[in-house]
């Protein structure tokens, strides 16, 4: 998935913000559509990866995970 982000990146299809909201937010909604996930928000699952860095500001970032919480139970940490 990462090389694909690259990508579309580098093709300058979309802004940054929006290729991000959509392999983040969309997919998360596309893959479980049963499951509330991918947004912050009272009553959503607390499934969620923290990074070292802005993905917004530097795209390697996502090939650098802090914190993998999956359903408010810690997977891993850095």
Not at 36 to 62: K, M, Q, T
């Amino acid at each position: 998935v990462l090389d694909e982000i690259n990508n579309l990146e580098r093709l300058g299809v979309m802004p940054r913000t929006e290729l991000l909201r959509r392999v983040t937010e969309l997919n998360a909604r596309a893959l479980f559509p049963g499951r509330d996930i991918g947004r912050f928000a009272e009553g959503a699952e607390a499934s969620l990866v923290a990074l070292a860095a802005d993905p917004l500001l530097d795209l390697s970032a996502l090939k650098r995970p802090m914190l993998l919480l999956k359903q408010g139970e810690l997977l891993s940490t850095r």
